[in-house]
């Protein structure tokens, strides 16, 4: 009798025991699931709100399954497509190409970037090209003393503050050439403004890359964009030449569907191009080319073209207009550097282009920073704000209604001016500059936002 009292004290103690250790684990339980986000759903990681970046794409996959769930309505595809869509965003996989159409952002054809092509590297060109950039003196010799000399060694020092995404490239290589169109048109950009020398020349870092307009074209055309010419001061650049070289481009590019062709209010299809550093030649010079009784014209020909010319100074909007151009951009992306960057200036260069039949095209850009090349220049910085610059920049353009925007650049990466994907980089000498807390592609992104915010701002004002 004994010994079945101790055992069944024993049981009851053990089943006690037992429950209370059950309650206890089921308590934790609880505790550990009101600490979990509420939105937490597929994907979402833990202590989403201290990472804004994370924060930001847990909305875009939100929105994104929102979507799914209205269209599809299967529970079990949307399970499949979510997945899918949290695998791409996260790993920034590339879409494939016979998904173009269906993934990437409309190309808007008033958005027009500069593009540079004058990249090299040994594996494609033997050597380094431009990545290699010379520190330039100051005008001053008492100044440039106190700066360093020589020139950058890649690929782990470029004459850049940022650092590419994809590494000291060459223009050549097909694959950076596809991965550049790609971006440019997940950007909603629509028009490449191509860097241009003439056959055999180059500016003094590079060598000739005429041609590799074929090329650029071929791919262009490929995520259906157009490529304009942006034309850089070549030696000896006058009336006569430029004729010639306005003639060579069409003729050799103008049958290829990528070549770019403005739309007049008259209903005409013109090519277009940019001059720049247009103003180092006279208003005389430029109206025997550009005006109808000018002795070299090229008006009312074959090769007659919209003409725009870089405007400085304000002085300049009285020589484009004598010079016979069709209209003007600004180019740099600092605010304050010039009268035209001068983001303040623009609605009386735009009251000057509408009352003179001019197109005015303000060049907006995400900030500026030469330093990796010219050390001095440090007071022509201009901050990008984790993207608040460019967006301010944007918001100067529409207010004055231009036709087009043009966007200071996509790959200009010695003056800090690109919106290519940057990544962070230190070096034992060097530590880059990049675009944290956001993503390599934040300012790929913002050029989206804003192409679709001025494509329906240009529908009412056409209203």
């Given amino acids: 009798i004994l010994n079945y009292d101790i055992m069944a004290r024993f ?4 089943c006690i025991i037992l429950l209370l250790f059950i309650l206890f684990i089921c308590s934790i339980m609880m505790a550990l699931k009101t600490l979990r986000p509420d939105r937490a759903g597929f994907g979402d ?76 590297n040994p594996q494609f060109d033997g050597k380094y090209l431009h990545w290699n950039h010379p520190l330039l003196p100051h005008w001053d010799p008492k100044i440039a003393n106190n700066y360093p000399k020589g020139r950058h060694n890649p690929p782990e020092d470029i004459g850049a503050n940022f650092y590419p995404e994809l590494g000291s490239y060459s223009s050549k290589d097909p694959s950076v050439i596809e991965a ?64 010639h ?32 550093d247009s103003y180092v030649t006279i ?16 008006r009312n020909t074959p090769y007659d073209a919209l003409f725009i010319a870089l405007l400085v100074e304000e ?9 016979g151009f069709d209209g003007m951009y600004t180019y740099f992306a600092t605010n304050g ?30 900030g500026y920073i030469d330093t ?27 207010l004055v209604r231009p036709e087009i925007i043009s966007i200071t650049s996509f790959n200009e990466w010695h003056e800090g001016t690109q919106i290519e994907k940057a990544v962070p980089k230190r070096t034992g000498q060097v530590v880059y500059l990049d675009y944290k807390p956001h993503k390599p592609n934040v300012y790929l992104e913002l050029t989206q936002k804003w192409s679709e915010k001025y494509r329906k701002e240009q529908e009412q004002w056409l209203m």
């Fill in 11 to 14: 049981r009851r103690r053990t």
């Fill in 315 to 323: 002085r300049h909007k009285h020589d484009i207009h004598r010079s």
């Fill in 180 to 243: 550049h169109m790609k971006q440019m048109r997940s950007a909603s950009t629509g028009v490449i403004v191509l860097s241009w020398y003439p056959p055999g020349m180059a500016d003094e870092n590079g060598e000739p890359t005429d041609d590799l307009v074929p090329v650029i074209l071929d791919y262009a055309h490929k995520y259906n964009l157009k490529v304009t010419f942006h034309i850089e001061p070549y030696k000896d650049r006058d009336d006569r030449s430029m004729y």
């Fill in 45 to 120: 990681p833990f202590g989403l709100g201290l990472l804004p970046e994370l924060q930001q794409r847990t909305v875009l996959l939100d929105s994104k399954q929102n979507s799914l769930n209205r269209v599809q309505g299967d529970t079990v595809t949307h399970v499949s497509n979510l997945h899918g869509i949290a695998v791409n965003t996260m790993k920034a996989s590339m879409p494939p190409v016979n998904k173009l159409e269906e993934e990437l952002s409309s190309p808007n054809y008033n958005f027009h970037i500069f593009y540079y092509s004058w990249y090299g």
């Fill in 245 to 276: 070289n306005v003639k060579y481009i069409i003729d050799k590019y103008g049958g290829h569907p990528a070549f770019y062709r403005h739309k007049t209010s008259t209903g005409r299809l013109l090519p277009m191009f940019y001059v720049y």
């Fill in 337 to 366: 550097f010039s009268y035209g960057s001068s983001h303040h200036n623009w609605a009386s260069l735009k009251a000057f282009c509408d009352s003179n039949n001019l197109m005015f095209i303000p060049s907006v850009g995400p």
């Fill in 283 to 298: 208003p005389e010079i430029w109206a025997n080319l550009l005006t109808v009784s000018g002795s070299q014209t090229i």
């Fill in 372 to 398: 990796s090349i010219r050390p001095w220049n440090n007071h022509n910085t201009r901050n990008r704000v984790n993207g608040k610059y460019y967006e301010t920049a944007f918001s100067a353009a529409l």
